[in-house]
């Protein structure tokens, strides 16, 4: 009951007139952001993080820009399949499995048709999901708040065992993404002793003198930003990976809105029940592990939907069911990485990895206590998303030919101005030029890597992550005298440790079994 | 594809090295203790300050040999793609897109953010985008004025002008 008290007035808060303007623009750009080829969520944040102080130095709280950067990844979640079905290109990578079935049905003169299911199914998620949200999260809160500096620690370690096992990525490419995204998160002061690391230029003193030296040295000293990373590889490297793999042109289905014919279509949705059950439901159970989000829970809510069904041979050829279920499932999924980051501090997709900085920037503290210190914060933010769920259903449905239209804008258009934003928004967040050139930097290497297929998600995880979990690990370390048992004999921290050693090992069995067989002819 | 695959493999992992070298590195107000003495387990103190970005560098190290490895055994996808890093038409776009990103970070120092802003976006429609003179001209203002705005004069972040400060004098009179 008290719950659901907390939840009506966060609700009041989050229909406040600021709140309220905030989520519908934040869905408006999600939308845009979600739909246009080459952008995701992640994107739509990153880039759009350091525009959001703006927002906090107006309201004086954290709740107004993040209740506008939720708004975003909601919308980012529903405009992924605009693209999907009428470009037969994903949006976003939490919607190619919305183009198995929403491009043949498009191709059969019926894109309106997958239109509005996607959007329903994306509606039926996204609620599923803020209940399932609004029941566990503040109990998980509540077990957590008993947790110590291992458990804390062993449930990191549980993250990134997940990336290595669950990731699907290179692992040793995927081991060295996280292990580099946890060094140079440790540049600038070590925060427990006090001792500099990692402050790189003095062996350039020789080439370029000693004051440009002493420059790196002050400029290293105070840490390499998360922004700097985190736009680094989504405003640039990514920008120009799209630019580079996205030549040839594409051409648009043809649709047919008319509001007849969407009325038509949401009466014609109950077909669609199974698949939308089944994503609402799969899909927030996946967003809940740390680090698979959206793109597992709806590429696997796809296949238990076709597995399932008595007509799997339709799949594939335009079935609504494998529109709605991946549709449910990246929205519902969306929801569920924000639990373990709301409750634990700890995020389940690269999008909440950026969410959880920027509440880290705004002076807040993930974790446990949020909910019990900062009641102002979350219940109000846990109400935006039901009011942000509706409007993003709302504005689908009713500028479908807006967002069709927006997306006939060329790409060289919209690329200049993102890379513009990128640049400015990073100065404007710290106001130091060297920042900027960094990010550059960062960009041209995460689109050499990109092209190598070194997944970059678990290096801005770790960057976020490590300035977390090494304290945690110290002072662990610190109270058992150096002794490692310690992760493996408290009753929390050690399932949870052996379950990560597991996760970590598996593919690595795999690996070396597979290497120890050689080659096979396929290769 | 191949080749860049181990090259980037043997580029990463000299930059491990050179991390745990750092890792490793004094402080500088006590050069009585070693290089490597912060490595380690420091009795009564814990895990060193270079403890964990030492061991995970070493840990990107051997990830990087095991790169390497599946490289020269041609187990992982780029090392057995015959297409190659990158094309002529992905050579040039890089040139072209990361020579006009260097480019607005130079033009930056002389024509301030907002003049770099708008000749940025003039060469990008211009050249790359191949629009019409009057789309691009229209974009590239209308861009630097909402920065302008939003910036300067709504979060008052006031960014670098370079040698046009002085064509800003009269807007800071009307507008801060």
Redesign the interface.
């Known amino acids: 009951m008290d719950v659901l008290i907390q939840l009506g007035s966060g609700i009041l808060t989050a229909l406040e007139p600021l709140n309220l303007g905030l989520a519908i623009l934040g869905v408006v750009v999600g939308l845009f952001v979600g739909a246009m080829p080459g952008l995701g969520s992640v994107n739509g944040v990153a880039i759009l993080l350091p525009f959001t102080f703006v927002i906090q130095q107006a309201t004086g709280s954290a709740t107004s820009p993040m209740i506008f950067l939720a708004a975003i990844y909601y919308g980012a979640m529903y405009g992924g399949a605009i693209s999907s079905i009428t470009l037969g290109i994903p949006g976003a990578s939490t919607a190619v499995a919305t183009t198995f079935d929403g491009r043949p049905l498009a191709l059969k003169g019926q894109a309106d048709r997958a239109l509005v299911v996607a959007a329903v199914a994306s509606f039926v998620g996204g609620t599923v999901s803020n209940i399932l949200f609004t029941a566990f999260a503040p109990p998980l809160a509540n077990v957590a708040l008993q947790f110590g500096d291992p458990e804390i620690f062993a449930l990191m370690l549980l993250a990134f065992a997940t990336f290595v096992g669950l990731g699907g990525d290179d692992i040793p490419k995927t081991i060295f993404s996280i292990c580099f995204g946890l060094v140079v998160a440790t540049v600038g002061f070590d925060i427990v002793s006090g001792e500099p690391r990692l402050i790189f230029g003095s062996e350039l003193t020789w080439a370029f003198g000693d004051a440009a030296t002493q420059t790196a040295n002050q400029w290293f000293s105070r840490g390499i930003q998360f922004l700097v990373l985190a736009i680094g590889v989504y405003g640039i490297g990514e920008m120009i990976w799209t630019i580079n793999s996205s030549r040839g042109g594409t051409s648009m289905s043809e649709v047919k809105v008319s509001f007849a014919r969407v009325m038509a279509s949401i009466r014609s949705f109950p077909e669609a029940w199974k698949g939308t059950t089944i994503g609402s439901l799969l899909g927030f159970f996946v967003g809940i592990l740390p680090a698979a989000g959206a793109t597992p829970g709806s590429l696997m809510s796809y296949g238990v939907a076709k597995m399932t069904s008595s007509n799997p041979e339709e799949y594939g050829r335009g079935s609504v069911d494998g529109v709605a279920a991946p549709e449910a499932a990246n929205n519902s999924a969306s929801t569920g990485a924000m639990l373990p980051m709301m409750t634990l501090g700890i995020p389940g997709s690269p999008t909440t990895a950026v969410l959880l900085a920027g509440m880290v920037i705004w002076g807040l503290q993930p974790g446990p206590l949020l909910f019990s210190d900062q009641p102002d914060f979350v219940w109000p933010l846990v109400g935006s998303f039901y009011i942000s769920n509706v409007i993003a259903l709302l504005v689908n449905l009713a500028f479908i030919p807006l967002f069709l239209w927006v997306l006939r804008m060329p790409f060289t258009i919209l690329a200049p101005v993102i890379f513009v934003l990128s640049l400015v928004g990073v100065y404007a967040a710290y106001q130091n030029i060297y920042d900027v050139w960094l990010m550059v930097l960062v960009g041209f290497g995460a689109f050499f890597l990109r092209v190598l297929d070194y997944p970059l998600a678990p290096a801005v995880l770790a960057i976020v992550l490590g300035p977390i979990a090494e304290p945690k690990l110290r002072q662990s370390l610190l109270f058992s005298d150096g002794d490692v048992s310690i992760f493996f004999t408290r009753p929390i921290a050690g399932p949870i440790t052996v379950i990560a050693i597991i996760l970590i090992l598996l593919p690595l069995v795999k690996v070396v079994r597979n290497q120890l067989r050689g080659p096979s002819p396929a290769e | 594809?191949r080749k860049?695959?181990l090259v980037?493999a043997v580029l990463?992992g000299v930059m491990s090295l050179y991390?745990m070298w750092?890792?490793g590195?004094p402080?500088?107000w006590n050069p009585d203790v070693g290089r490597f003495a912060?490595v380690g387990?420091i009795e009564g103190?814990?895990?060193?300050?270079?403890?964990?970005?030492f061991w995970?560098?070493a840990?990107?190290l051997i990830?990087?040999i095991?790169?390497f490895v599946?490289g020269i055994?041609?187990?992982?996808?780029?090392s057995?793609s015959t297409e190659p890093?990158?094309d002529e038409?992905?050579r040039l776009?890089?040139i072209l897109?990361?020579g006009?990103?260097?480019g607005?970070?130079i033009m930056?120092y002389f024509a301030g953010?907002y003049g770099a802003?708008f000749l940025?976006?003039l060469y990008?429609?211009l050249v790359?985008?191949?629009?019409r003179w009057t789309t691009s001209l229209a974009?590239s203002v209308a861009?630097p004025v909402i920065?302008f705005f939003?910036?300067d004069v709504?979060?008052r972040?006031v960014?670098?002008k370079g040698y046009l400060e002085p064509l800003f004098l009269p807007l800071y009179d009307i507008f801060l």
Do not use: D
């Open positions: 594809m860049a695959e980037t990463l991390f750092k890792a590195e402080p500088a912060n387990f103190e814990g895990p060193g300050s270079g403890f964990w970005p995970l560098s840990v990107m990830c990087c095991w790169i599946n055994r041609r187990t992982s996808p780029p057995q890093f990158l038409y992905g776009q890089l897109v990361g006009g990103l260097i607005f970070l930056i953010f802003i940025f976006m990008y429609l790359l985008g191949r629009h974009i861009l920065s939003f910036f709504a979060m972040i960014l670098p």
